[in-house]
């Protein structure tokens, strides 16, 4: 889970992220000084760690994360994307 969410630059350095700890995260993205793109890519890490939990931050949409993410951080989602096969 560290290497997906540190695939994403606004996640590299959040406090959380290595070790890995979903409620630190969660209770970071669910401040309103959060960027966009930040809050779309932590929202994918805690769908994907649980998709069932009901997030601080709020459910991941893809839709909306890629009206916010920039080139990089698409990039990142599609290599995990490509990950699954």
């Given at each position: 889970m560290s290497a997906?969410?540190?695939s994403f630059p606004s996640?590299?350095?959040m406090a959380g992220v290595r070790p890995f700890?979903?409620?630190l995260i969660d209770?970071?993205?669910s401040h309103l000084?959060?960027?966009?793109p930040e809050l779309h890519a932590g929202r994918l890490v805690l769908s994907v760690w649980s998709c069932e939990h009901p997030w601080k931050?709020?459910?991941?949409?893809l839709f909306e994360a890629l009206l916010w993410w920039d080139a990089e951080h698409r990039?990142?989602?599609l290599r995990w994307v490509q990950?699954?096969?």
């Amino acid at each position: 889970m560290s290497a997906l969410a540190e695939s994403f630059p606004s996640l590299r350095v959040m406090a959380g992220v290595r070790p890995f700890m979903p409620k630190l995260i969660d209770q970071q993205l669910s401040h309103l000084t959060i960027c966009e793109p930040e809050l779309h890519a932590g929202r994918l890490v805690l769908s994907v760690w649980s998709c069932e939990h009901p997030w601080k931050a709020g459910r991941f949409d893809l839709f909306e994360a890629l009206l916010w993410w920039d080139a990089e951080h698409r990039a990142s989602f599609l290599r995990w994307v490509q990950s699954l096969r």
